[in-house]
Nanobody, 124 residues
Framework: QVQLVESGGGLVQAGGSLRLSCAAS????????MGWFRQSPGKEREFVLG????????LWRGSMKGRISISRDNRKNTVELQMNSLKPEDTGVYYC?????????????????WGQGTQVTVSS
């Protein structure tokens, strides 16, 4: 069983920055793709950014390209999401996810393990 715990969310003004962190349990963390998703009020959960198992490749697909970056530390079992130039439309609950059974890294349905989420609120 894998447990993911996010932290770092909060209230920030538009244009500000936040750094989200996800801590994972288990010894197999370094084998799997990790990703961040966002769920805004009234919307489906959407992919934000992902990172390959080794950390060498950033997996893009989301709408925040250019304002975000991702990193992981496989010794500490952590993955972080740095978000800059935040906009009110970036508001939502941000989830850390682990893709373990194959499938598409940017698909919420294909990701196997999820954290409880951390709230990010960007005020205008």
């Amino acid at each position: 069983q894998v447990q993911l715990v996010e932290s770092g969310g909060g209230l920030v003004q538009a244009g500000g920055s936040l750094r989200l962190s996800c801590a994972a349990s288990g010894s197999t963390f370094s084998r799997y793709v990790m990703g961040w998703f966002r769920q805004s009020p009234g919307k489906e959960r959407e992919f934000v950014l992902g990172i390959s198992a080794s950390g060498g490749t950033t997996l893009w697909r989301g709408s925040m390209k250019g304002r975000i970056s991702i990193s992981r530390d496989n010794r500490k079992n952590t993955v972080e999401l740095q978000m800059n130039s935040l906009k009110p439309e970036d508001t939502g609950v941000y989830y850390c996810a682990s893709l373990r059974s194959g499938g598409a890294y940017d698909s919420a349905q294909d990701n196997d393990y999820w954290g409880q989420g951390t709230q990010v609120t960007v005020s205008s």
